[in-house]
């Protein structure tokens, strides 16, 4: 399979925008191995109705969505685009809670940056003429 059948024409902001939406996706999968791992060395207290594995699987799924729309739009495919904006809003309410209420500015600040970069990649004119089929039949141009 030639490069071009696998990657179709985008601008280099949804490019970018693919790897931004992955990198927390990956982070999500991580933080649910680790969970799980506890869970099954017992380190994680689950009394009280708690499921730490029901939690693990929530961020597997979580994790695997955002790493699914990050290849797509890494891909060039316009299906992505939404729900990468949906995700990055959801990843923006994290970073305002992490710098906030929760007083971890360490963390906040990164993920809330990450998230307004994310939003403005994928509302930048190239973008927006891409999502609506006005896009050069060349990849990457720019």
Same mark, same amino acid.
């Given at each position: 399979m030639r490069r071009d059948d696998l990657f179709l024409p985008a601008p280099r902001e949804i490019r970018v925008a693919g790897v931004l939406t992955t990198l927390p996706g990956l982070a999500a999968v991580v933080f *649910? @191995? %680790?969970l799980f791992v506890d869970a099954l060395l017992g380190t994680t207290e689950t009394s009280g109705g708690n499921s730490v +594995? &029901?939690?693990? =699987? +929530?961020? @597997? !799924? !979580? &994790?695997? *969505?955002?790493? *699914?729309c990050g290849i797509g739009l890494l891909l060039g495919h316009t299906w992505a685009r939404t729900p990468a =904006? @949906?995700? *990055? !809003?959801? %990843? &923006? &309410? @994290?970073g305002w809670y992490a710098l906030g209420p929760s007083g971890q500015p360490l963390w906040g600040v990164?993920? !809330?940056v990450m998230a307004v970069v994310l939003v403005v990649l994928l509302f930048r004119a190239p973008s927006r003429a891409w999502a609506l089929g006005e896009y050069p039949d060349k990849v990457d141009s720019e």
């Open positions: *649910a @191995v %680790v +594995y &029901g939690q693990a =699987f +929530y961020y @597997v !799924l !979580l &994790g695997a *969505a955002m790493i *699914a =904006f @949906v995700l *990055a !809003l959801i %990843v &923006g &309410g @994290v990164p993920i !809330l």
